[in-house]
């Protein structure tokens, strides 16, 4: 009887570790609907992910004044995914449309996202250009941007998907002032 109790513990410990590993790329709710529009150059933004192998995750759709946020190439394939950390964009919505928010161009030496893996960026949303302290995230990327209030879409361009095309994936997401 102890055998069987021993058993049945371990099935249940083994099938609760895969619901966790199958898990850890599942998509949470965005807060963005279907209404919201992303830049016209982007494929998939991250509201309309549905079962796509590779996407692009926001960690958070709203970003106070003077925090972090970081996004997520998902590889949901069982084979490697090639990419430039310098492959990203970011935009911002005005009154007239999205506009490219400038910025300085970097050295592109690419790295492959492992089967099942991600690969982020790191995005300070500081409101001036000056650099952030330096201290536990080295890797930022646009951070000479001078954010203000709005909204913003980080995309990551040249993107492989299992047929081979190139597209751009983009994560929509909202700057608002310090509470």
């Known amino acids: 009887m102890q055998r069987r109790s021993f058993l049945a513990a371990v099935g249940l410990g083994a099938v609760g570790s895969l619901a966790g590993c199958a898990g850890r790329h599942a998509i949470p709710q965005s807060r963005f609907d279907s209404n919201a529009s992303c830049p016209e150059e982007v494929d998939l933004c991250y509201h309309e992910v549905g079962d796509e192998a590779v996407f ?12 972090d946020t970081s996004f997520h190439l998902v590889n949901r394939q069982p084979s490697s995914q090639g990419i430039g950390p310098d492959y990203w964009r970011l935009w911002r919505q005005t009154d007239g449309g999205w506009m490219k928010v400038p910025r300085k161009s970097v050295v592109d030496p690419g790295v492959s996202i492992s ?5 982020s960026w790191n995005v300070p949303v500081t409101p001036d250009d000056a ?6 995230t080295p890797d930022w990327v646009a951070e ?18 299992e047929d081979g095309e190139d597209e751009t994936l983009g994560a929509l997401f909202d700057v608002v002032e310090k509470r």
Do not use: I, N
């Open 115 to 119: 089967p099942f893996g991600t690969y």
């Open 144 to 161: 000479s941007t001078a954010f203000e209030p709005g909204r913003y879409c980080f995309t990551a361009f040249d993107v492989a998907t």
């Open 131 to 136: 650099p952030p302290q330096r201290d536990a």
């Open 56 to 67: 692009l995750a926001p960690k958070r759709e709203r970003v106070e004044m003077g925090e």
